[in-house]
């Protein structure tokens, strides 16, 4: 079975553009000099990378019988500049639950292995991450 996706993006101003997908307008940061109030396109190659993991969650807790409390995941991507591009990605996993180390582990492998970003750009980029108990 194969999925397909549609986006459609288009520039305001020089400032700014904005990305359209289901009933879902997002702000884009295209400025020269960069915006605080948006994401730029690294920021977004690692969001979606984020919400890959966390989307992932929800979908294999249940089949695991895992107990999860809450999840939370931050990124640090590297970018060059010549030619300009990721070249690496870390992220920490920050899992509340009472769940054992095994556990999480199993977890972590099946967060990897079955998600679609992440299988996507671990083809391309060096990722690298962590799981651990939330203190």
Same mark, same amino acid.
């Given at each position: 079975?194969? #999925?397909?996706?549609? &986006?459609?993006?288009?520039?305001?101003?020089?400032? !700014?553009?904005?990305?359209?997908?289901?009933?879902?307008?997002?702000? #884009?940061?295209?400025?020269?000099? !960069?915006?605080?109030?948006?994401?730029? =396109?690294?920021?977004?190659?690692?969001?979606?990378?984020?919400?890959?993991?966390?989307? /992932?969650?929800?979908?294999?807790? =249940?089949?695991? /019988?895992? +107990?999860?409390?809450?999840?939370? &995941?931050?990124?640090? /991507?590297?970018?060059?500049?010549?030619? =300009?591009?990721?070249?690496?990605?870390?992220?920490?996993?920050?899992? +509340?639950?009472?769940?054992?180390?095994?556990?999480?582990?199993?977890?972590?492998?099946?967060?990897?292995?079955? !998600?679609?970003?992440?299988?996507?750009?671990?083809?391309?980029?060096?990722?690298?991450?962590?799981?651990?108990?939330?203190?």
């Amino acid at each position: 079975m194969m #999925l397909e996706y549609r &986006v459609a993006a288009r520039r305001i101003d020089s400032h !700014g553009s904005e990305a359209e997908a289901k009933a879902v307008r997002l702000v #884009l940061d295209t400025d020269m000099a !960069g915006r605080d109030d948006a994401f730029n =396109p690294a920021e977004l190659l690692l969001a979606s990378l984020a919400a890959c993991l966390l989307k /992932g969650a929800e979908r294999v807790t =249940p089949m695991l /019988g895992f +107990d999860l409390r809450g999840i939370a &995941v931050t990124l640090h /991507g590297v970018r060059q500049d010549s030619p =300009p591009k990721m070249v690496r990605i870390d992220y920490e996993i920050v899992v +509340d639950t009472d769940e054992s180390d095994q556990r999480l582990d199993l977890l972590h492998r099946n967060l990897r292995k079955y !998600g679609t970003i992440s299988n996507t750009l671990a083809e391309t980029i060096d990722i690298a991450g962590t799981i651990r108990r939330k203190a």
